[in-house]
T-cell receptor, first 109, second 115 residues
Framework: QKEVEQDPGPLSVPEGAIVSLNCTYS??????FMWYRQYSRKGPELLMY????GNKEDGRFTAQVDKSSKYISLFIRDSQPSDSATYLC?????????FGTGTSLTVIP | KAGVTQTPRYLIKTRGQQVTLSCSPI?????VSWYQQTPGQGLQFLFE???????NKGNFPGRFSGRQFSNSRSEMNVSTLELGDSALYLC??????????????FGPGTRLTVL
């Protein structure tokens, strides 16, 4: 079983839709939870991070962590064509990062 | 502030050869981590260097090695290349430890193709 599981998609939504991206994990030692966005031919860039259960909001993005269920989510409100990218979840034990395989998102104008 | 740079951007090698990839971190960043990214496995951690010392290592064979210089620049080497080594190799730098509260900045990657 992989440390981090992420639905690869692809996901295609119309502009303005709410997008939900999810990851599950098995390692209780994970302390930090992150979401990265990766555009084609670019390296990943950090979108959001959190270290506790609950919600964290940043503009159109909301990260949600449920440690009891070992489940994290990223919600994108009012999705834009510029949000089209691959989204990677990542988790950190304090010594090493573990990444999901990424979900490819396309927002159609 | 210049971002993380990686050279070369693209590389084509044949099986059995060796390759060296280079990463220049953001100025002032002392931690450099290397990852292998493939469509099936996603991003997998190779190793992390801090102040010229390997601090953490992932589950890759000994053919994968790295080093860090006093100016924090890092290189990774893959010897006896195999077809399965074809991937995007990403370097990430951070101020200190590569933990979630210390953001990792990724370079654009080096696309390695092994024929």
């Amino acid at each position: 079983q992989k440390e981090v599981e992420q639905d690869p998609g692809p996901l295609s939504v119309p502009e303005g839709a709410i997008v939900s991206l999810n990851c599950t994990y098995s390692n209780s030692a994970f302390q930090y939870f992150m979401w990265y966005r990766q555009y084609s031919r670019k390296g990943p860039e950090l979108l959001m991070y959190t270290y506790s259960s609950g919600n964290k909001e940043d503009g159109r993005f909301t990260a949600q962590v449920d440690k009891s269920s070992k489940y994290i989510s990223l919600f994108i409100r009012d999705s834009q064509p510029s949000d089209s990218a691959t989204y990677l979840c990542a988790m950190d034990t304090g010594n090493q990062f573990y990444f999901g395989t990424g979900t490819s998102l396309t927002v159609i104008p | 502030k210049a971002g993380v740079t990686q050279t070369p951007r693209y590389l084509i090698k044949t099986r059995g050869q060796q390759v060296t990839l280079s990463c220049s971190p953001i100025s002032g960043h002392r931690s450099v981590s290397w990852y292998q990214q493939t469509p099936g496995q996603g991003l997998q951690f190779l190793f992390e260097y801090f102040s010229e010392t390997q601090r953490n290592k992932g589950n890759f064979p000994g053919r994968f090695s790295g080093r860090q210089f006093s100016n924090s620049r890092s290189e990774m080497n893959v010897s006896t290349l195999e077809l399965g080594d074809s991937a995007l190799y990403l370097c990430a730098s951070s101020l200190d430890a590569g933990t979630g509260d210390n953001e990792q900045f990724f370079g654009p990657g080096t696309r390695l193709t092994v024929l």
